[in-house]
């Protein structure tokens, strides 16, 4: 459940109390009126029916400029609502607001995040170098390049070209200052080639891309339903650090075919990550409010969808004649 606290003219007091009814509030109530015109109002409402509940506070509050929604979470409320509501609760999605909130966060080219960047390098690579496959986990759940994938799909299924464009930026930035730090790390570390934590991702092959198409579509899933526990499996499952790491050690080296590998890998991560992120979205009618928006958006997905789908069948191909050419 969540409570949703509204501080709008207290002229709307009667239609969002029609709402509350409409929508099957579990209770409403007004509270306070301000000096300013502005009365509190509370709604306590099941989690599957939130959004609703907030596309339509906003369509009657927009031209409010100082009305303002709050979603407080309920922790726990009792008496306990019926075990056939409770189900609904536990499939509902969050809120497409409090979902913005959380993948904005993850796209912001900001000290921290280039700081999460560099120490992810420096583990995947000491763990890879030293065939640690503990170090190289732990690298796994630093996990700073998963974020702006799962936001990239999330912008995509919103049409919010402004989200897609930071975390373009975030991705290539994030990608970028991994393989040059291990590049540079490869170049003046002197190693041998032959860790089994290294050799494991320069060897990509169909299993890869079902890997990554099942746990891009796993944090997408745990992102919407509030499930974060299962997004540290997603980051061990489908981990974009090592063969980051992997490339800049094998160009740092100069082992080309080693590189191909590793950049063949982790191509392949990027691009199921976001196709099955995006469809996941969609399956889960995740899409802006106004008719506008969501047609914007419609396009936006449909050239997304497009271009990830062509992408993993080149790369695909690619996997099928490199595998023919191997001895």
Not at 25 to 40: P, V, Y
Not at 47 to 70: E, F, N, S
Not at 221 to 245: D, I, K, N, Q
Request: net charge positive; charged share 20%; hydrophobic share 55%.
């Amino acid at each position: 459940m969540k409570i949703i606290e509204v501080l709008a003219d207290i002229t709307s007091a009667e239609t969002v109390s029609s709402l509350a009814e409409k929508h099957k509030a579990h209770d409403f109530r007004l509270g306070f009126k301000g000096e300013d015109g502005r009365q509190a109002m509370r709604l306590l409402v099941s989690d599957d029916k939130v959004q609703a509940v907030l596309d339509a506070l906003q369509g009657l509050l927009g031209t409010q400029p100082y009305a303002r929604i709050v979603v407080i979470p309920v922790d726990a409320a009792l008496p306990l609502p019926p075990e056939e509501e409770r189900k609904k609760e536990d499939s509902a999605v969050a809120a497409r607001e409090a979902l913005y909130n959380e993948v904005e966060k993850n796209v912001r080219l900001d000290l921290n995040y280039a700081v999460l960047v560099i120490l992810s390098t420096v583990v995947a690579a000491i763990g890879l170098i030293e065939d640690n496959v503990a170090v190289v986990i732990g690298a796994m759940v630093i996990a700073p390049l998963l974020g702006p994938n799962l936001a990239l799909g999330f912008g995509a299924a919103l049409g919010d070209f402004s989200l897609m464009r930071k975390s373009l930026q975030a991705n290539i930035a994030g990608i970028g200052l991994a393989v040059v730090l291990s590049f540079f790390i490869g170049t003046f570390w002197q190693f041998g080639t032959e860790s089994r934590a290294l050799l494991s991702r320069t060897d990509v092959g169909m299993d890869s891309v079902a890997l990554a198409l099942a746990s891009g579509a796993a944090a997408a899933l745990s992102l919407t339903t509030g499930l974060s526990s299962v997004l540290v499996g997603v980051m061990v499952a489908v981990a974009l650090m090592p063969p980051a790491a992997t490339l800049g050690l094998t160009l740092g080296r100069g082992s080309m075919h080693l590189a191909m590998g590793s950049g063949l890998l982790l191509a392949i991560n990027i691009v199921c990550v976001n196709l099955a992120a995006k469809l996941v979205f969609l399956l889960k009618g995740i899409r802006p409010r106004t008719w506008w928006e969501k047609e914007k958006a419609r396009r936006a997905s449909r050239m997304y969808l497009m271009v990830w789908s062509v992408t993993l069948l080149i790369l695909m191909l690619v996997i099928y004649m490199r595998r023919k050419m191997l001895p």
